[in-house]
């Protein structure tokens, strides 16, 4: 089965940068490689939000408006891993991050990451 496993966030002032990463592992990493692969997240008492997406030629990306201008979705075929560089953070980012692949809230899930924007 396809495990995402997820690196990057934590805690960073507003203004600040961070940046995630998604990796596939196991006999199925393949699959990163070769779907659309999103960022999603979830604050506190919020629902789920799409973020970004990229697709499997990193030909095609698409972002939410709250993240446009702000957050970079790329990906790096030779690594199997999906990023998401996040830039000007403001403290409504914080939230729990989740890659997905096909972008698709049935895909399958990394384990999240929390990302905090506080002073």
């Known amino acids: 089965q396809l495990q995402l496993v997820q690196s990057g966030g934590g805690l960073v002032q507003p203004g600040g940068s961070l940046r995630l990463s998604c990796a596939a592992s196991g006999e199925t990493a393949f699959i990163l490689r070769d779907n659309a692969i999103g960022w999603f997240r979830q604050a506190p008492g919020k629902g789920r939000e799409g973020v970004s997406c990229?697709?499997?030629?990193?030909?095609?990306?698409n972002y939410a408006d709250s993240v446009k201008g702000r957050f970079t979705i790329t990906r790096d075929t030779a690594k199997n891993t999906v990023y998401l560089q996040m830039n000007s953070l403001k403290p409504e980012d914080t939230a729990v991050y989740y890659c997905?692949?096909?972008?698709?809230?049935?895909?399958?899930w990394g384990q999240g990451t929390q990302v905090t924007v506080s002073s």
């Open positions: 990229i697709d499997s030629s990193a030909t095609s990306t």
């Open positions: 997905v692949t096909d972008c698709d809230p049935l895909g399958n």
